[in-house]
């Protein structure tokens, strides 16, 4: 039963250009969200999160944004650099644990 | 210089065999948690743990086993039960206060032939 879903399993952006990842969930529980970036071989690193009070978050070139009454959230990276290219995961809180969505690999072009 | 340590970061071992990966933090966070991740899925949580001497089964706990007899250390056994054990695993972990807030080490890549 997989509470966090993330449908686009990758994604390929030109250099600049806006990148927007998207994460949909089930559980009307979750209480804070976060993503984070993840290269092959390493462990994920946290990038930025979300309290379920709040609608925006912004820190830097990374915005997520949440919609409590689609039970959705998105990551927009504005504008994508090369080292942006990773895969990204969706992760949602409730009772001291963490859900994570099968994630998005992102592409950036030069 | 603080972080959490993950040895070895690739491991091989004979099918039937027990191994124990290691999980060390520095971080002085109180809570401790071992996931796994396989190819095209989500890292999913195995056990975690919030104080010393205290753990918790997660979402795929069936073959492996933990201990938390110090507050750095978090070592998980993958036993011979489980039945697919070749896969990424990671260790993180957190503060009390903030238990949503997850610091990951670089995994280690567990191989069993």
């Known amino acids: 039963d997989q509470q966090v879903k993330q449908n686009s399993p990758s994604l390929s952006v030109q250099e600049g250009r806006i990148s927007i990842l998207n994460c949909d969930y089930t559980?009307?529980?979750?209480?804070?969200f976060l993503w984070y970036k993840k290269y092959p071989a390493e462990g994920p690193t946290f990038l930025i999160s979300?309290?379920?009070?709040?609608d925006k978050n912004e820190d830097g070139r990374f915005t997520v944004f949440l919609n409590k009454s689609a039970k959705h959230l998105s990551l927009h990276i504005v504008p994508s650099q090369p080292g942006d290219s990773a895969v990204y995961f969706c992760?949602?809180?409730?009772?001291?644990?963490?859900?994570f969505g099968a994630g998005t690999t992102v592409t950036v072009r030069a | 210089d603080g972080g959490i340590t993950q040895s070895p970061k690739y491991l091989f071992r004979k099918e039937g065999q027990n191994v124990t990966l290691s999980c060390e933090q520095n971080?002085?966070?109180?809570?401790m948690y071992w996931y796994r991740q396989d190819p095209g899925q989500g890292l999913r949580l195995i056990y975690y743990s919030q104080i010393v001497n205290d753990f918790q089964k997660g979402d795929i706990a069936e073959g492996y086993s933990v201990s938390r007899e110090k507050k750095e250390s978090f070592p998980l056994t993958v036993t011979s039960a489980q039945k697919n054990p070749t896969a990424f695993y990671l260790c993180?972990?957190?503060?009390?206060?903030?238990?949503?807030?997850?610091?990951f080490g670089p995994g280690t890549r567990l191989t069993v032939l």
């Open positions: 979300i309290s379920s009070i709040k």
């Open positions: 559980n009307s529980m979750f209480d804070y």
């Open positions: 992760a949602a809180y409730n009772d001291y644990k963490l859900s």
């Open positions: 993180a972990s957190s503060m009390a206060s903030s238990y949503n807030e997850q610091f």
């Open positions: 971080l002085n966070h109180d809570a």
